[in-house]
């Protein structure tokens, strides 16, 4: 069983849609994050929420809206999409992140 | 706030030969810190992980890291490298308050290659 999974994979859409991934741990962790990798590799943390709760949420623009409808899942919808959206976007789990964060296997996505 | 600079964006090496990976960090406060491996097209995977006492930590894949406080450093070392071990290897850290209790995001580095030649 995979821990944590995320939905779709790969996702090519056009800009200006709105798209959204989908995520979920059957780790029983409390705390669950979106990162987001570019094209150069370097990974960002968006979002964090711990039991729903929204707990860290860096610069991100306002286009893109995290919703945790439990403590097992946390989607990340996206408005009005631009090129620069073109991402790998990973969510993850931790229980506690002195025992590491476990990261799915990502979604590419591709803004054309 | 943290932030991390791996000193090698590519590391080459020939297949039983030793690797090391470079890894520094800065922060006003106290750091755990991470390596996670990325296989192509796969998410992220813990390898180890400092958090207190022994500055040697053992992971997993025959990786180790040593933290050195004093020259802000956690490099990851393996002594035979495998061809499957050629991969993207990203240190991270989270800082820590005075409690022991981590703030809970990562702050990663910009990842280096590794890839063992045959």
């Known amino acids: 069983d995979t821990a944590v999974s995320q939905t779709p994979k790969y996702l090519v859409t056009q800009m200006g849609n709105d798209k959204s991934i989908k995520c979920e741990q059957n780790?029983?962790?409390?705390?669950m994050y979106w990162y987001k990798q570019d094209s150069k590799k370097f990974l960002k943390i968006m979002f964090s929420?711990?039991?729903?709760?929204?707990?860290i949420n860096e610069t991100v623009p306002n286009r893109f809206s995290p919703k945790s409808p439990d403590k097992a899942h946390l989607n990340l919808h996206i408005n009005s999409l631009e090129l620069g959206d073109s991402a790998v976007y990973f969510c993850?789990?931790?229980?506690?992140?002195?025992?590491?964060?476990?990261f799915g296997e990502g979604s590419w996505l591709t803004v054309v | 706030a943290q932030s991390v600079t791996q000193l090698d964006s590519q590391v080459p090496v020939f297949e039983e030969a030793p690797v090391e990976l470079r890894c520094n960090y800065s922060?006003?406060?106290?750091?755990?810190l991470f390596w996670y491996v990325q296989y192509p097209n796969q998410g992220l995977q813990l390898l180890l992980k400092?958090?207190?006492?022994?500055?040697l930590v053992k992971g997993i894949n025959g990786f180790e890291a040593e933290f050195n406080k004093s020259q802000t450093s956690f490099h990851l070392r393996k002594p035979s490298v495998h061809i499957s071990d050629t991969a993207e290897y990203f240190c991270?850290?989270?800082?820590?308050?005075?409690?022991?209790?981590?703030?809970?995001?990562?702050?990663f580095g910009q990842g280096t290659i590794l890839t063992v030649h045959p």
């Open positions: 780790l029983g962790h409390d705390t």
């Open positions: 922060s006003s406060v106290s750091v755990y």
């Open positions: 929420y711990n039991n729903k709760e929204l707990i």
């Open positions: 991270a850290v989270s800082g820590v308050n005075a409690g022991g209790t981590s703030y809970g995001k990562l702050t």
């Open positions: 993850a789990s931790s229980q506690d992140s002195t025992l590491g964060i476990y």
């Open positions: 400092y958090l207190s006492g022994s500055t």
